[in-house]
């Protein structure tokens, strides 16, 4: 099955500092999402992102599925900004979605 | 109102007892998922459900069941708790007709222990 890797697995960011999360997937895809878990476990959706470039705010994010890779972008961190962020994937001919394990952000203030 | 609704959000049990974790959802989307999370990994999938009659195997469905009563819930049973199916548990849905094809939504999810 598709192999989904997400770099790097820790950040620790000063606040106001901006950063790029990666995610690497290794066959073709139907749809990917990035998704924030909260400190307290919530799911949000951030950006649906097949391919090409979406701005929402402070946070952008680029998928190439040509390559296979995806970014996210996050500028001017906030406190707010830490927990989990997770890439996840459908893999094209299949259904099921597979995620990526991570990348674990803290922003200090 | 919340859009996916999970029931409950946290339970304590014992090995060897039956559980039912209930998920609803208002956004009548044709789609449901239950994922399960383990302590600092990823999300992995346990059963999905396309429509009512239709129900699949994920990765991890070993020890679980399903029943989905209606196209707005979909509820994931362990017959037999064992204390490493401690874990926090989510459903999804998806709508498989939207411009965003299959785009998940998730509930906020049950932390579920087993002692």
């Given at each position: 099955?598709?192999?989904?890797?997400?770099?790097?697995?820790?950040?620790?960011?000063?606040?106001?500092?901006?950063?790029?999360?990666?995610?690497?997937f290794?066959?073709?895809?139907?749809?990917?999402?990035?998704?924030?878990?909260n400190?307290?476990?919530?799911?949000i959706?951030?950006?649906?992102?097949?391919?090409?470039?979406?701005?929402?705010?402070?946070?952008?994010?680029?998928?190439?599925?040509t390559?296979?890779?995806?970014?996210?972008?996050?500028?001017?961190?906030?406190?707010?900004?830490?927990?989990?962020?997770?890439?996840?994937?459908?893999?094209?001919?299949?259904?099921?979605?597979?995620?990526g394990?991570?990348?674990?952000?803290?922003?200090?203030a | 109102?919340?859009?996916?609704?999970?029931?409950?959000?946290?339970?304590?049990?014992?090995?060897?007892?039956?559980?039912?974790l209930?998920?609803?959802?208002?956004?009548g989307?044709?789609?449901?998922?239950?994922?399960?999370?383990?302590?600092?990994?990823?999300?992995?999938?346990?059963?999905y459900?396309?429509?009512?009659?239709?129900?699949?195997?994920?990765?991890?469905?070993?020890?679980?069941?399903?029943?989905r009563?209606a196209?707005?819930?979909?509820?994931?049973s362990?017959?037999?708790?064992?204390?490493?199916?401690?874990?926090?548990?989510?459903?999804?849905?998806?709508?498989?007709?939207?411009?965003?094809y299959?785009?998940?939504f998730?509930?906020?999810g049950?932390?579920?222990?087993?002692?």
């Amino acid at each position: 099955g598709i192999q989904v890797e997400q770099s790097p697995p820790d950040l620790i960011l000063q606040e106001g500092a901006n950063s790029t999360l990666r995610c690497n997937f290794s066959d073709s895809v139907n749809n990917l999402q990035w998704f924030h878990q909260n400190p307290w476990g919530q799911l949000i959706n951030l950006f649906y992102i097949p391919s090409g470039t979406k701005q929402n705010g402070r946070l952008s994010a680029t998928t190439v599925a040509t390559e296979r890779y995806s970014l996210l972008y996050i500028s001017s961190s906030q406190t707010t900004d830490s927990g989990v962020y997770f890439c996840a994937v459908e893999e094209t001919g299949g259904f099921k979605t597979i995620f990526g394990a991570g990348t674990r952000l803290f922003v200090k203030a | 109102d919340a859009d996916v609704t999970q029931t409950p959000r946290n339970r304590i049990t014992k090995t060897g007892k039956r559980i039912m974790l209930e998920c609803s959802q208002t956004k009548g989307h044709d789609r449901m998922y239950w994922y399960r999370q383990d302590p600092g990994l990823g999300l992995q999938l346990i059963y999905y459900s396309f429509d009512v009659k239709d129900i699949n195997k994920g990765e991890i469905s070993d020890g679980y069941s399903v029943s989905r009563q209606a196209q707005a819930k979909f509820s994931l049973s362990l017959e037999s708790a064992i204390p490493n199916q401690t874990a926090l548990y989510f459903c999804a849905t998806s709508d498989s007709a939207a411009r965003s094809y299959n785009e998940q939504f998730f509930g906020p999810g049950t932390r579920l222990t087993v002692l």
